[in-house]
């Protein structure tokens, strides 16, 4: 059964500091792997989607990669601002089309 | 497109009413999952269809909880009788094809059984 798991749970930094959430899970045989933003009270919004043949996905200051072999995953934010708070939710896709969600890490970017 | 549409936003209900939740997944979406979401637990898939055939349902609770999809445009999720541990966030969420594609989620249905 697929596991995943999200380091740090939450994390607090000051405006303008690079940051990397981390992603990992049990079983590499995986279809894709899709972040998510989650803020409070609100659904989820899908920021990066990596196919399992790629290495890395990047939208303007996300970037995510996927090291299948050793089932991890990075979200990198450049630059952070007060509007990143919110929650990373790491999903991982394997067999029979189902999302595994990690615990998420909670952000707080502060002015 | 408006994207994964649910309804109600919120509802309120008490101990024992029955509850339906509503979704319409993205035209063109063959694939639709159903996904609850509680502090303790975070997110769980508790049902998903693919071509309005339910695939897997091994995450639904109990009995008490049941879904449909009539077609290709609507579903429902179904609890009755309802209970307080059923108090959670139900998210539904639909993809284009098996596998290689992403999921778009709803803005979720915020259930309180009191």
């Not at chain 2, 101990?15 to 999952?33: A, D, W, Y």
């Not at chain 2, 609507?74 to 609890?79: A, P």
């Not at chain 2, 959670?88 to 993809?95: G, N, R, T, W």
Request: aromatic share 8%.
């Amino acid at each position: 059964k697929q596991e995943v798991t999200q380091i740090p749970a939450a994390l607090s930094v000051p405006e303008g500091e690079n940051l990397v959430l981390n992603c990992s899970f049990t079983d590499s045989a995986i279809y894709n792997l899709q972040w998510f933003r989650q803020d409070p009270g609100k659904g989820l919004t899908s920021l990066l989607l990596i196919q399992s043949s790629q290495r890395e996905q990047t939208s303007g200051r996300l970037n995510a990669s996927l090291d299948k072999s050793s089932g991890r995953s990075t979200l990198y934010i450049a630059a952070s601002q007060p509007g990143d708070s919110a929650t990373y939710l790491c999903a991982v896709n394997n067999a029979g089309n189902m999302l595994t969600f990690g615990g998420g890490t909670r952000l707080m970017v502060k002015p | 497109d408006a994207g994964v549409i649910q309804s109600p936003r919120h509802e309120v209900t008490e101990m024992g009413q029955e509850v339906t939740l509503r979704c319409k997944p993205i035209s063109g979406h063959n694939s639709l999952f159903w996904y609850r979401q509680t502090m303790m637990r975070g997110l769980e898939l508790l049902i998903y269809f693919n071509n309005n055939v339910p695939i897997d349902d091994s995450g639904m609770p109990e009995d008490r909880f049941s879904a449909k999809m009539p077609n290709a445009s609507f579903s429902t999720l179904k609890i009755q009788p309802s209970e307080p541990r059923d108090s959670a966030v139900y998210f539904c969420a639909s993809s284009e094809q098996l596998s290689n594609y992403g999921y778009t989620f709803g803005s979720g249905t915020r259930l309180t059984v009191v």
